[in-house]
């Protein structure tokens, strides 16, 4: 059984986990070193310290995938507009948990002051973070072509909107 609730800190380690895998493996995040937990420490703080949700799908009591939402840009004027961020543990795809996971990080996310969700979605041919983020009402704002070189290739970045307001 899953179910989704809030980021307690003992899921940081399984959090940094599934980061990892994608860091090291794919173009999905542009990073190319994983986060110690130490950063995932501090970025947990900040999220939840803005009054914003990061989330766990639980599933028979470890981690199978996260997602939060962030200030979309450090400006100021952006600050009624967050990001999205959801990453499922690897073998867990396919399963329902990216639709658990967004359905809930939308509802918290509108009882905020943010007006606006934006997915940035690196287009590494896999059309499935698009897809669901179109199931939830996201809109095609744009593409980014080029942006990022990681494991020796360029990619694109898809951006998708959704108004929390409408």
């Known amino acids: 059984m ?5 980021l307690v800190e003992t899921d940081l380690p399984a959090i940094a986990g599934i980061y990892a895998h994608y860091v090291t493996g794919t173009v999905t995040t542009f990073d190319e070193t994983p986060p110690g937990l130490d950063d995932w420490r501090a ?5 939840t310290e803005a009054g914003l949700p990061f989330l766990v799908a639980e599933t028979d009591g ?3 995938g996260y997602a939060y939402v962030s200030q979309y840009r450090p400006k100021a004027a952006y600050r009624h507009t967050l990001e999205d961020t959801i990453y499922l543990a690897p073998g867990r ?8 996971l967004l359905g809930e990080l939308i509802d918290r996310a509108a009882r905020t002051e943010a007006r606006q969700i934006v997915a940035v979605i690196a287009d590494s041919g896999d059309p499935a973070s698009a897809r669901l983020h179109e199931k939830f009402g996201f ?3 744009g593409r980014l072509k080029a942006v990022g070189f990681k494991h020796g290739r360029w990619v694109d970045t898809v951006l998708m909107q959704l108004d929390l307001k409408s």
């Open 43 to 47: 970025k947990a703080a900040g999220i």
């Open 2 to 6: 899953t179910k989704v609730r809030a």
């Open 139 to 141: 809109e095609p704002s």
């Open 62 to 64: 470890q981690v199978a």
């Open 93 to 100: 795809t396919g399963k329902g948990l990216g639709r658990l």
